[in-house]
């Protein structure tokens, strides 16, 4: 067939399998995977569907699937080694030691290998929307990356579990996906798509919509969404579906009429969504579909006088039915579609108790003073200084010139001046790793980018176990072609966010993990009891996560508001050398307190930790060192 590439990779996608029940396939992830498949039309992968308990029925598990997929049954027993460690889905050569694992990372691997084996099919490579980034931030900082792996499957798992005796509770999760269906959709070309729909609007007359109402129907509207040539179609719709169709989107033969271009950006009318994420289809709604289809199946059947609650979730499910191909995947993977009834748009006020999420915000305090003096003031009143312990051997350096070359920064795109100072951050981080690593150690590093700390601890540690986790693909394929040159067999590389993560390891080192990152390697380590090494960086992207609450210590949670630590962080940031001496003193004072305070929640789970200041100071903006031993 034209435009179908042969011979690629051969790939082993693993899947849990717990068990079936009417048509759906547990956990929701591995349907979820499915249902991308037979939508991709993609057979370069091999199924094996891995076993979480003895007693499955296989037959009965086989008559649920399309004959389309090839699936092999094995246990967790005869997962590569290297998966074992991992939750899945996983996806990789089976004899290889570089894995993908996690529902995001493997979903968006598997649209990029479909559209290699076959270029034409462009509308798959869509599904990873405006700069192919839909679903790529972890779950942690993404709140559709987290509504999608986490939050809505397990709280379907859960309705559904509970709905087998019982009158089930509707998930908070759901109600939260609602109100975000109801919400102005924003797009690259926000303000272009507004004026346009304004001009129609005036066009046939309707009176353009105030930002703050909802429209009266967009149930009636999106019933009519077959009809793509109806004049009456919203603008929404039509860029939507052109969009699928391969067509152009709507375009405007002149320049908008004087009144359209002089409007007011507050007088605009606001964008609907069409699909989850706004206007366009993407990987976001194939998650979400068989996770929403199950819901509403238990709905209609139990709860049907619940049913009005969620217009605009039955109008997306409704209408993601015309999307090409999505029927037969889904036919494929055992799902029959129901017929719902029209129904009307909730008013503003049915939404109010979700309008705000618990713990964003604190109440204003009176006498709060901004600025970091007065926030480091306080500290210093109760006794907490920034105060670094001292650097274990400050002139220890490894000997780059005796070193293959594959191993140095310098072999990289960096500039020499770059690519010394990050000779000097490896050296701080080298120096304390490998005098805690003992023979047999597990070493993971965490966001570990292009492989630089990784490759160099495989080398200098060859009776350890090295592995690399980062979640950006093209920058693990760099650590690995490096990883082959020097030909290092005692490390693996992982593309997974670090909570997909679960095996056990000995220390964790992370060098300039972004913001929270820092708090989730730290975190991951504790749970291990495991040793940390972390160099922390971008201080001001900082803020409380649906895990994470700042200030994190007793002690200055007793002594600081959630808004003085955020000014710590703020001003953390400001250690970049054009800064004025003064300043950039005030910001590393502050990098101190912070990550002292993360010391301290350290110190409160049995650790010994010290903050250092790594040597030469000049090697980074970023130069502490959070070093933490559990006791």
Known sequence: MKGVKKNLTEEYLYLDFSHQTEGCIFPLHTSVTLFLLSYCDCKIFKV??????????????????????????????????IVQNCCLPAVGERSDNFFRAGLAVVLRHIIQRSYEADPSKKEILELLGFKKTCLKACAEVSQWTRLCELTIPLAIENFLRESYNQHPAIPAEILQLEKKLSEPVRVHNDDKLRRQKLKQQKATGAAPSDAKE?????????????????????????????????????????????????????????????????????????????????????????????LVEFPLLSAWYQRIQE???????????????????????PSNEQHLNFNEAPGVEEENDPSFIGGPRPTMTKLMDKGIEAMFSPHPCPSWTLDWNSLPAAMSPKEGKMSHDRALRKQQQLNNLVYVVTNQAKPGDRIVDFCSGGGHVGIVLAHMLPSCQVILIENKELSLIRAKKRSDELGLS?????????????GKFNIGVALHACGVATDMVI?????????????????????????????????????????????LCRFADQTAVQLPPQRRLIGKQCMCLVDLDRAGAAEEHGYCVQVISMEPESCSPKNNMIVGVPT
């Open 323 to 345: 999307v090409p191909r999505v029927k037969a995947a889904a036919s494929q993977c055992g799902i029959c579609f129901l017929h719902l009834p029209e129904l009307l748009s």
């Open 48 to 81: 094996c569907l891995v076993l979480t308990r003895e007693s499955i029925d296989i037959p009965l598990l086989k008559d649920v699937l399309s004959s389309n997929f090839e699936i092999q049954i094995i246990s967790r027993q005869d997962l590569p080694p």
């Open 523 to 567: 975190e991951h380590c504790i749970q291990t009891r495991a040793s940390f090494v972390t160099c922390p960086c971008c201080y001001g992207f900082i803020q409380n996560t649906s895990k994470f609450h700042f200030p994190k210590s007793g002690q200055f949670k007793k002594t600081l508001s959630y808004k003085e630590h955020m000014i």
């Open 214 to 306: 909802k429209t009266k129907s967009k149930a009636h509207r999106q019933e009519t969404s077959g009809e793509l040539d109806s004049p009456s179609q919203s603008l929404e719709l039509k860029v939507a579906f052109s969009k699928l169709t391969v067509q152009e989107e709507p375009a405007t033969y002149n320049r908008e009429p004087s009144h359209i271009r002089k409007a007011k950006t507050s007088d605009l009318p606001p964008l609907e969504h069409v699909f989850a994420e706004g206007l366009y289809f993407t990987l976001t709604d194939i998650v979400l579909l068989p996770c929403i289809h199950h819901f509403l199946l238990i709905i209609s059947k139990k709860l049907s006088e619940k």
């Open 490 to 502: 005692n490390i693996w590389f992982i593309q997974a966010n670090m909570e997909y993560f679960t």
